[in-house]
């Protein structure tokens, strides 16, 4: 026969008791510690986005850092093979260069891969612009509308990587 029907009414309340005891205690810990816990949650998607690595317990999750800048394909074609040397040019030129010295290859070697990737053209000597000590001007480059995106898209992104720091 079964054993519940054996039980009496205190053993049945005990055994319900038993069920529903630990659900309750849970419940009391959480209205009673609402306020700490609220704050925790609540900061854990700032922690998990200021993180390299989470660990718990022997679990460890690497997590890696995404851009929110993403570039078009078109800037990352561009992109796609340009040494160190001409990302830095990117960077550091402001626009149009010109060179005073009548050896135009100091300006063409240091803008010769950028005008490869059609990010940098060539300025016509006539077409230089006027020098305030009036030195002569023999070479001058400038970026095409394609090397002016893909400038601004890299000091986007160094933007972004200069906000992180804190």
């Known amino acids: 026969m079964n054993d519940n029907l054996k039980k009496s009414g ?3 309340a005990i055994d319900l008791l038993k069920v529903i005891a630990w659900p309750i205690v849970v419940l009391l810990i959480i209205i009673l510690y609402w306020n700490p816990i609220y704050l925790v949650i609540d900061e854990i998607p700032n922690t998990i986005n200021k993180s390299e690595a989470i660990t718990i317990g022997s679990l460890s999750l690497k997590i890696a850092k995404k851009s929110t800048l993403q570039p078009s394909e078109k800037i990352k074609k561009a992109l796609q093979g340009l040494s160190p040397e001409a990302i830095h040019m990117l960077i550091v030129s402001n626009g149009h260069s010109q060179y005073f010295s009548s050896d135009t290859t100091y300006g063409k070697e240091h803008y010769k891969e950028l005008i490869a990737a059609g990010l940098y053209k060539e300025i016509e000597q006539k077409h230089l612009g006027p020098d305030p000590d009036h030195r002569e001007r023999y ?7 394609l090397g002016s995106e893909v400038t601004d898209y890299l000091m986007k992104i160094l933007m972004e990587l200069l906000k992180e720091i804190d």
Do not use: A, Q
């Open 139 to 145: 070479y001058g480059v400038k970026p095409t509308e």
């Open 10 to 12: 205190w053993e049945i």
